[in-house]
């Protein structure tokens, strides 16, 4: 079949327990974008058992359609049911491009489908669009330096990819938006051989840096593991958490759960603070959201400074004990 | 038990030239090293060994200097390795190495147990392990932070975005590891002596019977068509300059602006 007969967006509407991702609003939005270029529909992909409530809140975020499988077997996420059932709905119905929230979830299940469907998976999507050639693209931190790349899959069909959380905004809700839901039958069973025997609620030690609205970041800059606790002082006076780029976490002095960026976590606090962070593109995907960014940095090309608010080029060695002063000495 | 533990030799470095045209890291005169997650990988592997007894098998796809990665392997503690290496396999993109390395699997045969690092720090896809397993038919654990096996069944703890689960899956399985699964030991000198008798196997496309369509470049149905900079998005820094008491106060200035302090 020539790729020009493969028509439609498709959006992978991941649910648990009943309750959407919130990824998936977000790729709803992007998608809109897509749609005005080429024209073609949005279909949102509803897997699971008892979810056509959701189909409401899908199509108030954008889809056109809602694609609806339930079963049994997909009440609950495993991989392999949940692989056969998208590529027999793929197979079917064709669509052009599939997009899934690179999430946990999303990104145990996407791989699958690009073998089962012989094509191309674009991983951690920032950006999504079509090029001057018409070709549809999908933007991933290229490695080293500060470049991007545009990743594109020219013949296989369907496109696919995985898209980072938080890159885009959802619309607006459409009041009383409805759509087709087309209820399809899938012939899937449960796994015999993969089984979730135990599931808690992640413990919550006080420090995450996802929903933090302040938060201090320290880079490779930072000389000595003792300065660190004076960014960490900082923190605490204006309520907000500890974070790092990559090197710190590499070389062990704060865990991964503290690092921003592309292998790391996205936030979007009201205000963030880098300090001796250069700004690379893959620690940038995962803060560029920030409402607010300042940065302290001795060296004046920073590419940091190019997406700061507030900026101060200078040695955080003087200015952030400064700082900790100023404040303790404002506060009192 | 027969574990299979995929590896991949990355640069040492972030700092890496691309070509311009294709995209790719030119990894000329780069030094490289394993790739620390699939460090990992081999080290739960070789607690498994010790704790229940099994061969281990490394398999690395990559030019022929990727076996020094299956060298340091050996001196981990695993008993032979693989290393896949024609130029039919160069350029591949996840498809394709999922396609080559699960060949390489169905070669070695008889495996319990397919182990890969979560990802590789030099594309961070983390698609090579689920795809390979999607290749094979067989059940996969991603994100795993332990592991066990029991009774025919890998079992390992997951840590997700709001939750942790304990899973299982029958053997033979995929499970693909992240940091906190352990602390990759360091190769003694004796061992690193010792695995040089360890034996080591070169496979070409044509040893694993491998459809060349389907491998490297033309197996690979992603591409890099352009390679960009990255949007400036304020133009308008406003900086602060002086003295650091003087930086300092302005910095306080806008925060208390904002209501912060
Ligand atoms: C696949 C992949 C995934 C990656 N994922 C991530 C990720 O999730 N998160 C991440 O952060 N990185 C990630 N990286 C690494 C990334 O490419 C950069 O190497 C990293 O972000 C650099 O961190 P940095 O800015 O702290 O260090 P550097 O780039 O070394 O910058 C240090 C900065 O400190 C400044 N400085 C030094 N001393 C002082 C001083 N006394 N006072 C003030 N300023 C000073 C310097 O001017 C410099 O700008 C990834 C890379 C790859 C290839």
Known sequence: MAKEDYR????????????????????????????AHTGE?????????????????????????VILAEHDALASYSARPYEAAMTQLAEKHKPSIILYGATSLGRDLAPRLMVSLKTGLTADAIDLGFDQDDVFYQTTPAYGGSILAHIVILEARPQMATVRPMMFEPIQPRAGA?????????????????????????????DAIEGAQVIVAGGRGIKEETDLETLRELASLLDGKLAASRPLVDNGWLNHDKQIGQSGATVKPRYIFNIAISGSVQYQVGMQNADCIISVNHTKGAPIFDISHYGAVADYRSV???LVEEIKRRKA | ????????????????????????????????????????????????????????????????????????????????????????FGGADTLATAYTLSLAARKIGDYDLLLFGRHAIDGDTAQTGPATAAFLGIPQITLASSIDVQDGYVICDRVLEASSQKVRARL?????????????????????MKALKKPRYVWNAEDLGADTSRTGIPGSPSSTKELLEPPKRNADTKYFSGSAEEIAAQIADMLHDEHLI
């Not at chain 2, 995929?174 to 602390?183: G, R, W, Y």
Request: glycine residues 6%; aromatic residues 4%.
């Open chain 1, 8 to 35: 439609g967006i498709w959006v992978f509407a991941e649910q648990q327990n009943g309750k959407l991702n919130d990824t998936v609003l977000e790729i709803l939005a992007k998608a809109q974008e897509l749609k």
């Open chain 1, 41 to 65: 529909d949005i279909s949102a992909v509803l897997l699971g058992k008892d979810v056509r409530p959701l189909a409401e809140t899908l199509f108030a975020y954008g889809a056109d359609k």
């Open chain 1, 178 to 206: 409805s759509g087709e839901i087309v209820a399809e039958t899938v012939s899937v069973e449960p796994d015999a051989d993969y089984e979730v025997l135990e599931t808690a609620p992640k413990q919550d030690t006080g």
């Open chain 1, 320 to 322: 952030i004990p400064a």
């Open chain 2, 1 to 88: 038990m027969k574990i299979l533990v995929f590896i991949k030799q990355v640069p040492d470095t972030d700092d890496v030239k691309l070509d311009p045209k294709t995209g790719n890291i030119m990894r000329e005169g780069v030094a490289s090293k394993l790739n620390p997650l699939d460090a990992n990988a081999v080290e739960a592997a070789v607690q498994l060994k010790e704790k229940y007894g099994a061969t281990v098998h490394a398999v690395s796809m990559g030019p022929p200097q990727a076996e020094d990665a299956l060298k340091k392997a050996l001196a981990l503690g695993c008993d032979e390795a693989y290393l896949l290496s024609d130029r039919a």
């Open chain 2, 172 to 192: 033979p399985a995929a499970v693909a590891v992240t940091q906190e699964i352990n602390t990759p030991r360091y190769p003694k000198p004796i061992n690193i």
